[in-house]
């Protein structure tokens, strides 16, 4: 059996027999390393031993009929920024790479996954220091996205290897990571799933830092239940029940502030679509302007709160080893040392704002839809000839997942878009704290969408 389905179906397969972990592990393996296959740019190193040596140990305890955990047996990869017992962590930077050392202890979230039973496969490549939303690493390559393969569009970033290893059977789900979009973009980009948890929902502890306002943890995979199964180990909690609900009698918000500008035609068309499935299950949809999101343009404007945060962690480093950087990563930390302190104060003020107010104006909704990217994937080769074409393609991909991220709210991406046509999210977004409210509603949603198309 190949590594194609949900956490699931995998787990009816090991315990019907239908496959072993051995051989789920193993198929990933084959999948990464076939010669004209996307491995050496989706990973950038791997598990192997370790990986086959868990799986059998996995395989044996379940003929033992020992109680295994919910994850027991299943390949996961691991975004290069997570720390893994023995490995390396590198977050995409091959100057890193030259001085890292071994992990001595798994992250907190890495951790409870291997608690679960989760094997895993490798460390995927990322945008450098995941600072981008394109996905595009000059050191390790840039793994294509699915969609399009012979122009050569982004993967989406920073977590651009772990959409991809999904994609490409080569596990079952993936563990990311959002600061401004990094979990949401490469899922939307590639039509999978993603959620994007409330800030602080889930430990950082063993994570390679960018924002320390807003970075989490975050899983992409082929399923919303994926999702929340994933979300909630990570959490240290009990896996509950989806709640799989009927669109009629729901109330969402269709936030035309900030969220609709500049849509790519093919991404408006597919949200119509997707709005107009909702409606006709009998959800009712009200269109609402939210005057404080706007604060989100004058934030850019003094030079977004990733960018001081990530200089700050990172100054010496780039002082040092700045030279083997990504040009674009590295001129975009360098460009935040000329903010001031008063000017990040102002910004953490206007998201103060902004997460007060918004939260008054849409906490009457069950929750709030919008496209997750307004643009289609980018072809790469522009963007890697132009460095203005490559920022503004930057901007349009984090507008709309840098929303969600500077208010600190939970956040699915689902597929929407046309079955012969370029890969769109669907952005669900609830209130601080109601997670599994919005994967309930995220999976619901999803089913609606796509029994109305079969």
């Given at each position: 059996?190949?590594?194609?389905?949900?956490?699931?179906?995998?787990?009816?397969?090991?315990?019907?027999?239908?496959?072993?972990?051995?051989?789920?592990?193993?198929?990933?393996?084959?999948?990464?390393?076939?010669?004209?296959?996307?491995?050496?740019?989706?990973?950038?190193?791997?598990?192997?031993?370790?990986?086959?040596?868990?799986?059998?140990?996995?395989?044996?305890?379940?003929?033992?009929?020992?109680?295994?955990?919910?994850?027991?047996?299943?390949?996961?990869?691991?975004?290069?920024?997570?720390?893994?017992?023995?490995?390396?962590?590198?977050?995409?930077?091959?100057?890193?790479?030259?001085?890292?050392?071994?992990?001595?202890?798994?992250?907190?979230?890495?951790?409870?996954?291997?608690?679960?039973?989760?094997?895993?496969?490798?460390?995927?490549?990322?945008?450098?220091?995941?600072?981008?939303?394109?996905?595009?690493?000059?050191?390790?390559?840039?793994?294509?996205?699915?969609?399009?393969?012979?122009?050569?569009?982004?993967?989406?970033?920073?977590?651009?290897?772990?959409?991809?290893?999904?994609?490409?059977?080569?596990?079952?789900?993936?563990?990311?990571?959002?600061?401004?979009?990094?979990?949401?973009?490469?899922?939307?980009?590639?039509?999978?799933?993603?959620?994007?948890?409330?800030?602080?929902?889930?430990?950082?502890?063993?994570?390679?830092?960018?924002?320390?306002?807003?970075?989490?943890?975050?899983?992409?995979?082929?399923?919303?239940?994926?999702?929340?199964?994933?979300?909630?180990?990570?959490?240290?909690?009990?896996?509950?029940?989806?709640?799989?609900?009927?669109?009629?009698?729901?109330?969402?918000?269709?936030?035309?502030?900030?969220?609709?500008?500049?849509?790519?035609?093919?991404?408006?068309?597919?949200?119509?679509?997707?709005?107009?499935?909702?409606?006709?299950?009998?959800?009712?949809?009200?269109?609402?302007?939210?005057?404080?999101?706007?604060?989100?343009?004058?934030?850019?404007?003094l030079g977004s709160l990733a960018g001081p945060e990530a200089y700050h962690l990172h100054r010496h480093f780039v002082a040092f080893r700045g030279s083997r950087m990504d040009p674009r990563v590295l001129s975009r930390i360098e460009a935040a040392a000329d903010i001031s302190a008063a000017d990040y104060i102002e910004m953490l003020a206007l998201r103060k704002e902004m997460m007060e107010q918004s939260h008054l104006a849409t906490r009457n909704y069950d929750a709030i839809l919008m496209p997750t990217v307004a643009i289609v994937?980018?072809?790469?080769?522009?963007?890697?000839?132009?460095?203005?074409?490559?920022?503004?393609?930057?901007?349009?991909?984090?507008?709309?997942?840098?929303?969600?991220?500077?208010?600190?709210?939970?956040?699915?991406?689902?597929?929407?878009?046309?079955?012969?046509?370029?890969?769109?999210?669907?952005?669900?977004?609830?209130?601080?704290?109601?997670?599994?409210?919005?994967?309930?509603?995220?999976?619901?949603?999803?089913?609606?969408?796509?029994?109305?198309?079969?």
């Open positions: 059996m190949a590594v194609t389905g949900t956490i699931a179906a995998t787990k009816q397969a090991l315990e019907s027999g239908e496959t072993t972990s051995v051989e789920l592990v193993s198929e990933a393996f084959s999948e990464i390393e076939r010669e004209e296959g996307e491995g050496d740019s989706i990973f950038v190193r791997t598990f192997k031993n370790s990986a086959i040596t868990q799986a059998a140990a996995a395989d044996a305890m379940r003929k033992m009929g020992i109680p295994l955990g919910p994850l027991s047996g299943i390949p996961i990869s691991v975004k290069d920024l997570f720390d893994v017992e023995g490995a390396m962590t590198t977050a995409g930077s091959a100057a890193l790479a030259e001085s890292a050392e071994p992990a001595a202890h798994d992250a907190i979230v890495i951790e409870r996954l291997r608690a679960a039973g989760g094997i895993f496969i490798g460390h995927t490549n990322m945008t450098e220091f995941a600072y981008s939303g394109l996905g595009i690493n000059p050191h390790f390559g840039t793994p294509l996205n699915v969609w399009d393969r012979e122009v050569g569009r982004v993967p989406g970033g920073s977590s651009s290897g772990a959409a991809l290893s999904v994609v490409e059977n080569m596990a079952v789900v993936a563990i990311g990571s959002d600061t401004g979009g990094s979990v949401r973009i490469p899922a939307a980009f590639n039509g999978i799933y993603g959620f994007k948890p409330t800030t602080g929902r889930h430990p950082m502890d063993g994570v390679f830092p960018l924002s320390s306002t807003l970075d989490t943890p975050g899983p992409l995979a082929r399923s919303m239940n994926c999702c929340r199964i994933i979300d909630h180990i990570m959490a240290g909690e009990p896996v509950p029940e989806a709640n799989i609900r009927s669109m009629n009698g729901l109330r969402f918000g269709i936030l035309e502030t900030v969220a609709l500008d500049g849509l790519d035609m093919e991404v408006a068309g597919a949200f119509v679509r997707a709005l107009e499935d909702i409606a006709k299950a009998g959800a009712r949809l009200e269109r609402i302007k939210v005057d404080v999101m706007k604060n989100y343009d004058q934030i850019a404007k994937p980018p072809e790469i080769k522009p963007l890697q000839e132009s460095d203005t074409l490559y920022a503004e393609a930057n901007v349009k991909s984090l507008r709309n997942t840098v929303l969600v991220n500077l208010l600190g709210r939970p956040a699915a991406t689902i597929p929407v878009g046309a079955k012969n046509g370029p890969p769109v999210g669907l952005m669900i977004v609830g209130e601080i704290g109601a997670d599994a409210a919005v994967q309930d509603l995220a999976e619901s949603i999803d089913i609606c969408i796509r029994s109305s198309r079969e």
